[in-house]
C-alpha cells in the first residue's frame, strides 16, 4: 500500500497521540503517505483529512488527547454512510485505513473492510472493556491518574477521620475501579461485575471504627452506583462522616504512562504493518504481554471477563 | 517559655505538616518543649496531647495533611470549653499555643490569650480568604493541583471540541477560582465577588464558536454557582455541547508545593518567636513579600478585598 | 506456617515498600506473625529485626524507599554468615522468609533454603537483568521517572536547538535505556546489548540538520558508555552543540507507578501463598502478563536476553 | 504603537511560553499586530521574524520551552549589530520590542532604546539573578523541579543510610539552593554568598551519626562548588558512604508552577502596556509582591543581596 488513512473515533484517551505518532513514523518509514481523518467518522463521510507528515507529529506521544480530534458517528452505523466513508477514501486514493477506537469503532473498520478497504483497529479506550486485548490505550493512564487523585484525597481523609466513596469510570465494565483500587490501598472496591451487599460494608466499617481504622476509601465504579447516593447510604446506616468525589475528565486526560506510550508504539508499527502486507480486517493488541492480531469478527464475538484472579489476590491480602 | 503545644483546625490543607514541622524545630532549636494536640480544639479540650520531638516531624514537609488531625470544635465556642481548654494547658505546663486554621479558628485563639495563655494564629486554609495576609497556607498547593488537573481537561475537551464548566473550592472567596483560571487558560472565570451575565456568556460563547474557537474552560468558583446547573442552563441556551466537573478533595490533599513550604516554615519561625517573646494574640502571615505579625483583634476585623487588580489584567489579555 | 520474615536487599527501588505492605497484610489475613529484617542479610545475620503488625504498613504502597531498608551483605557469601543467619531465625522461630531483591539477593535466600529455611524471591531491582520474569519491581518507575525528566530536558533542548546525551541506569541490561527511549521518543538509543557506531550516529545527525532537524536526544545505558566522553566525541566530530545529563538516584526513588504498585500486591500475595504451602527455593514473577513461580536454581541459571522485538519496533519506526 | 515584537534571549526558562502568551494576547486585544522574532537578538540581527496570532499562542502557557527559540548574541554587543537590529525592526514598521531574557539580554533592549526604539525587559532567568525583581520567571518552576527531585532521591538515601550532595542551578546566585534546601528539609545548604567551612559540616555529620541521624541532603549551589569533588572529600573525612548528584537540565525545562504562570500573565501585560504609552528603556518585575516597572538602567545598576532573612530562618529551625 502506499497511501493509508488513520482516525480516532468514541471517547478520547490520553494516548491516542502516542498511537497516531507511531502510525505516521512507521508508514513513513516504509514510504507511504498517511492522511490524518478529522473528527472520526464524521471526518471520513464528510471528506475532512488532511496529509499527516512525519515531523507534525513529532513530540505529541507525551501530549493527551487526539491532534485529529474525535467524535462519535451514528451516520457510520447506516448503509448510506459506509458507502460515503468508502467514496471518501476512493476520492482520495487511500487503500486502507487504521481505526483508533473502542469495540463501536471497530464496526466501523468491519464494515469497511467487507465493503473493500482494509481497515485495522487498535484498542483505544480507558475502559478496558475490549475482550480480545489484555490492556487498551488508555487505561494504564486513567488508572495511574485516579490512583494519584486518591493519594491525594486520602491525606484529606486522614486528617479528619473520613469515609469517602470516589467514584471512577467505568460503565459496564470494572477494570479500572478494580486496578485504580489495588494501587490505591482501597479498603473497598465496587464494580458491576460482583455483586456487593452494602450493609455488609457498613457493618464492616462500623467493626472498623472499633479497632481505630476510622479512614476508608471507598473506590466505585461509574457503573456499580452513584457515589453520593452510596455515601448518603453508609451515612445512614453508620452516623458516620462520610464524603463523596467524582473523579471527572481528568482521568480523559493529561500526560500518558510509559506503558501506555510503549503500547501505542507497538500496536501501531503492528497495524501499519498488517496494511502493508494487505490484511484488513483485523485488530491488534497485547495478549501474554505479547503483540498480537486477530479477525475483527472474532474480536468483537468474544465476552470480556472480568479479572477474578486480581480481585481474589486483593480479596486475600484484606482479610485481616 | 519553655513548653509550647500546636494544633491544627478547621477545613485541612497540604501545608498543616509543614508548619508543624518548622514549629516543633524552632522551639527545639530554642531549647522549649512541643506538645501536638489531637484532633484540633476537641484534643485541647479533652486533654489529647502528646510530646513531639524533631525526630518525629522529619520528613513530613512533603507529605499533605496533617499528623495531628484536624476537626470542628463547636464547644470551643462556648465559655465552658474555652475553660476546659485553659485547665488542659495548665494540668500539662503548657505556657503558650500555636494556633493553624481559618479565621474560625483564630477566634479561639484569641478566647484563650484573654484567659491567659498567648496564643499566636498561623493562617491555615486552602481559601486564601483571610484579609491581613496575603496568601494563607495552602493556597497555592489547592491552586496547583486544580490548574494541572484543568490541563488534564482541556486534553480532552480539545479532542472532542467541548465546553466544561470546573468547580473550584472556595464558598466565599474567589480566590481559588481566579488563579486557577489565569493560570490554566480559561475562557470565563466566575466567582462570587464579581456578578456575572449568563446570557453574555452564553452570547460571547456562540459568538466564538463562528470563528472556530469550540472549545472552553469556564472555572466556576463554589460560591458563584453550581457547576451542573450552569453547565446545564448554558446547554439550554446555545444548544453546545457542554459538561461540568467538580474538582473535590484532590484539592486540599497531596504534596505540597515549593511557595507554600516555604511559606509554612517561615511563618512557624515567626509564630515560635512571638511566643518565646511572651506575645500572644498575634497572627503571622505573609503582606508585601514580608513575612508580618498582627495584633488578632485587628486582623480578624479586617475586610478580605478581591484582587481586583489582578482580575483586570486577566481581562486585559481576553479582550481580543 | 506461623512466622515469617521479609527483608529487602540490594539497591532499592521505589516498590519495596508495596511489596512489604502486600507480604505483611497477606500474612496476617492467614493469621501469621510477620517480622521485618532491618538492613537485609546484615539484619538478619547480626539479629536486627522487629514484628511489623498490618496497621504499621499502612499507607506505605505509594512512599519510594523500604521501610526496613536495605544493604548489601558480603557476609552472606560465606558459610559462616549463612549459619548466623539461619541462627537468627530459629532463635524467632521464624519458618520461612521473603527475599525482596536482585539475582544476588536471591543466592542467600538459595543457601537459607538449602541450610533448611524455606525463603522465597521476589524481584526488585529497577534494571529489570532478572531472566526468568518479563518485569522486575521498579523497573516501570524507574522508566516513568527517567521519561518524564527527558520530557522537561527536551523542552530546553528545543529552545536552543541542541542535542543531549542522556545517561540511564542500567549496567549490565539496556532494559531502562530502550524503555526510557521509546517512551519519550529518543532519537537514538545506546545499549550495551547491540554494538554501535558513533560515527554513523554523527552522520545521521549531520543529515538531520540538513533537514533542519536539529535536535536529537541520545539515550544512553550506562553500561553502553560515558555520558560525558560521548558528547564530546559527537562534538569533536560534528561541531554541534551537545550537552550530556545523567539522571541519577532519582530513579531509585519517589512514588512508584500504578502498574508497580500491583505488580508488587501481585508477587507479594504469591510469596507468602508459597510459603504457606512449605514451599521455600522458588522466585515469584510474571510471566506473559501471569504471575508465576519458579525453582530458584532454574531462575538462576537463565540467561536474560534483550528485548529484540521491542528494539526493531523502535527501529521499524525512526527509519523515515 | 501598533506594531510591536518580542524575543526570548539567553538561557531559556520554562516560563517563557506562558509570557510570549501574555503579550500576544493583551496586543491583540489592544489592537496591536505582534511578531515573534526567532532565536533572540540573532533573528532580529537577521531578519528571521513571523507575525504571532492569538490562536497560535492558544494552550502554550503549561508548555516549557519557548516556541520563538532563544539563543546568546554576541552580535548583539556590538554596535554593527545593533544598528542591524533597528534596520530590521523599521524594515518591519515594528515600534517597540519586547525582550523575554536575563540582564544581559537588557542590555540589548537598553541600547536599543538609545537607538529609538523602545524597549522593555521581562526578567525571564531560572537563576533569580537580577536585583530590581524579588522574583525572576522561571525561578519558581525550577525550585519546584529540583525539591521533587531531591524529595525522590532521598527516599532512595533513606533506603540506605546514605549522604547525598544535590547540586542545583546557580552560577554566581544561591537562590535555586537556598529555597530547594529550604523546601526540601535540607541538612546543609551551600551557596556562594555564604562562606562555609567543610570541616565544620563534616564534624556535624559524625556528630548526628553518634544520635542515629545517618541521612543528610547537602544542597550544593552550583557557584559554591563541584559536587563530585566534595563528595569525595567528605567522605575522605568522615568515612562515610557518600553519594552525588547533580540536576541537570530538568531544572530548564518542563511544565511551568501557577505561581510563575501568573507573574508571566502579570509581567506581560504590563510590558505591553508600558509599550502602548510608549515607554521604553524600562523592566517589568515583581517588588513587595505587586507588579512594577523600572528605569533599565537604574535596574541594571542594583546589586543582588542574598536573602539573609531567609536564610536565617532556615538556621533558627536547625539549631537543634
Known sequence: MKRIAVLTSGGDTPVMNAAIYSVVRTAASKGMTVFGIIRGYA???HGELTELLPQQVEYIVNKGGTIIKSARALEMLTEEGQKKAVKTLEDFGIEGLIVIGGDGSFKGARALTHLGVPAVGIPGTIDNDIAYTDYTLGFDTAVSTAAREIDRIRTSMLSHDRICVVEVMGRHCGD???????ASEADYILVPEVKFDLDKVCEDILERKKNHREVSIIVL???AGDSEEIATAIKARTGLDIKSNILGYT????EPT???RILAMRTGVRAVELLDEGQGGRVVGIRNNKIIDEDIDKALSRKKKFDTELYNDYLNM???
Open 176 to 182: 479500572v475501579a478494580l486496578h485504580v483500587g489495588v
Open 258 to 260: 510509559v506503558f501506555d
Open 221 to 223: 465504579s461509574e457503573g
Open 251 to 254: 482521568q480523559r486526560g493529561g
Open 318 to 320: 484484606m482479610n485481616f
Open 43 to 45: 471526518g471520513l463521510i
